[in-house]
């Protein structure tokens, strides 16, 4: 059973800061994992998707690496921005068949000060 | 090209009542997961749908059931409503691989 763990539960960093979200996961045989981030009460924005072959994925100042051999992913956010205040969660997704499906970590709590 | 759509936005219910929740997928999507996320227990998963028929289920009780029509589309039913049952409920769709795309949620309210 996949297990993912997200440490640590929040964070708090002032403007400007780069960031760099931890994310482990207990399975490594992954078909893909996903980054998304959830505003307050609302669903959730898909930011990066890692395909198992791959290390890395970057979408402007998102970096996202994939270790699958040692069950990590990290976030990297370069130059945080206010509006970078958000709940991120991570989410590896089983291969096609019974375990299709995305397996969530709880989330770190991102608050950006101005 | 349109998003995942649910509805309604919210819905109130009592203790004891049925529940029904709606998901249109995007087009050309045939999976239809849904997921619960409670408030400190983090997201859920709950089905999955995929050309009609259900393919996987999370440790939920029976009470939680659904179906997905030709058209794709997927209703998630909800018998016997507990307070515990007060949650967001996501709708996601993919197309024939694990790559998911979420709906904006269903609050349920139990009261």
């Known amino acids: 059973k996949q297990e993912v763990t997200q440490i640590p539960a929040a964070l708090s960093v002032p403007e400007g800061e780069n960031l760099v979200l931890n994310c482990s996961f207990t399975d490594s045989a992954i078909y893909n994992l996903q980054w998304f981030r959830q505003d307050p009460g609302k669903g959730l924005t898909s930011l990066l998707l890692i395909q198992s072959s791959q290390r890395e994925q970057t979408s402007g100042r998102l970096n996202a690496s994939l270790d699958k051999s040692s069950g990590r992913s990290t976030l990297y956010i370069a130059a945080s921005q206010p509006g970078d205040s958000a709940t991120y969660l991570c989410?590896?997704?089983?291969?096609?068949?019974?375990?299709?499906?995305?397996?969530f970590g709880k989330g770190i709590t991102l608050s950006v000060r101005p | 090209e349109a998003g995942v759509t649910q509805s309604p936005t919210h819905l109130i219910k009592t203790r004891g009542q049925q529940a029904t929740l709606r998901c249109s997928p995007i087009s050309g999507h045939t999976s239809v997961y849904w997921y619960q996320q409670a408030l400190g227990l983090g997201l859920q998963f709950l089905l999955w749908y995929d050309e009609g028929e259900e393919r996987n289920r999370g440790n939920f009780p029976p009470r939680f059931s659904g179906r997905q029509f030709p058209n794709y589309s997927s209703e998630l039913n909800v018998n016997a409503l507990e307070l515990e049952d007060s949650a967001l409920y996501l709708c996601?769709?993919?197309?024939?691989?694990?790559?998911?795309?979420f709906g904006p949620g269903t609050r349920l309210t139990v009261l």
């Open positions: 996601a769709s993919s197309p024939r691989t694990p790559t998911q795309y």
């Open positions: 989410a590896p997704a089983g291969w096609r068949g019974a375990n299709s499906k995305l397996t």
